[in-house]
């Protein structure tokens, strides 16, 4: 294979996150931040370390962009944010430890299946750090933020598996479509 048709995954994957992480749940004219699911598919398509932290680098690069020249809120950006090193860890390490199944319609439903636990643990980990590290809910009870933040983990859930199923979907279909064709030149000859 050429070092380019190797190179697609990970130029698609941080294209992806340029194209949406300016806006994290999206609009009529943007797409959701696909941050977690970017990773957890770079786990699973790419795994190497070096990678990781560009993907890292990235996001940083992205976040300072968007808040000094694209005039967004850096009301995020705080001592918590730190901690999007472990949630975007859990993500990768969550594909990487399905790089065990198979290219099967069932090895898609486990890998689905392995993004939605992974989402809720980066979900728990980025909401919990901030809650604690913030600085911005001294005065508010756990249990009320937990109340107030648990109503966005569903469209996290739904983001990130819709982006997993739509990529991990249209790699299977473009492996069967090649293997297809590659027994059709069997044939051939």
């Known amino acids: 294979m050429s070092r380019t048709v190797l ?12 194209a949406t992480r300016f806006h994290h749940f999206g609009d009529f004219k943007t797409l959701p ?10 786990g699973l398509w790419l795994a190497r370390p070096w990678f990781f932290v560009a993907l890292l680098a990235l996001a940083g690069l992205i976040d300072y ?3 000094h020249a694209g005039g967004v809120s850096g009301w995020c950006v705080t001592p918590a944010y ?6 975007y860890g859990v993500m990768w390490l969550g594909g ?3 790089q065990r199944f198979s290219g099967s ?3 898609l439903i486990a890998i689905l299946g392995a993004c939605a636990g992974a989402t809720v643990v980066a979900f728990c980990i980025s909401n919990l750090s901030f809650y604690w590290l913030s600085g911005y809910f001294n005065e508010l009870p756990l249990a009320e933020y937990l109340n107030r933040v648990s ?10 598996l819709a982006y997993g199923a739509l990529l991990l979907g249209g790699s299977w279909l473009w492996k069967l479509a090649a293997a297809d064709k590659d027994a059709l030149l069997a044939n051939k000859h």
């Not at 190179?7 to 340029?18: I, Q, R, S």
């Open 7 to 18: 190179n697609f995954p990970a130029l698609g994957l941080m294209a992806l996150m340029v």
């Open 33 to 42: 931040d696909a941050s977690l699911a970017v990773f957890f598919l770079a």
């Open 65 to 67: 962009l968007a808040i």
């Open 82 to 87: 730190l901690f999007l090193f472990p949630t």
């Open 96 to 98: 990487y430890y399905c």
């Open 105 to 107: 319609w069932q090895g």
């Open 151 to 160: 109503r966005y983990l569903p469209s996290y859930l739904a983001v990130t």
